[in-house]
């Protein structure tokens, strides 16, 4: 069973930075592939970003595209999502995301077996 605990939410202004992390445990994290998503108040949840097992591969959001960016670290069990130039429409809860059944789980929320608790983004204006 995957575990999957994410951390580093909190309130930012816009136009600042934040990272989040995303610690796995409980399987070979190497052979997981992983995503970030993201729920704002009253909308669905929606893709953020991508990364294969190996991290070679990577997708973002139109979004967030040149703002964001998503890595790994194997030997840490880590993904990581570094944001930049916030906006306060990125506001919202961000979830981290895996599956072990693909090389590279894109941008399709049921292509992840393994979902974390998600933590807070706040953008202010």
């Known amino acids: 069973q995957v575990q999957l605990v994410e951390s580093g939410g909190g309130l930012v202004q816009a136009g600042g930075s934040l ?6 445990s409980g ?10 998503f993201r729920q704002a108040p009253g909308k669905e ?11 070679t591969s990577t997708d973002y959001a139109d979004s967030v595209k040149g703002r964001f960016t998503i890595s790994r670290d194997n030997a840490k069990n880590a993904v990581y999502l570094q944001m930049n130039s916030l906006k306060p429409d990125d506001t919202a809860v961000y979830y981290c995301a895996a599956t ?6 894109g941008s399709n ?15 202010s204006s």
């Open 45 to 55: 949840r929606e893709f953020v970003a991508a990364i294969s097992w190996s991290g």
């Open 109 to 123: 929320s049921i292509n992840y077996d393994y979902w974390g608790q998600g933590t807070q983004v706040t953008v």
């Open 19 to 24: 990272s989040v992390s995303c610690a796995s």
């Open 27 to 36: 399987h070979t994290f190497r052979s997981l592939a992983m995503g970030w």
């Open 100 to 105: 072990m059944t693909r090389f590279y789980g």
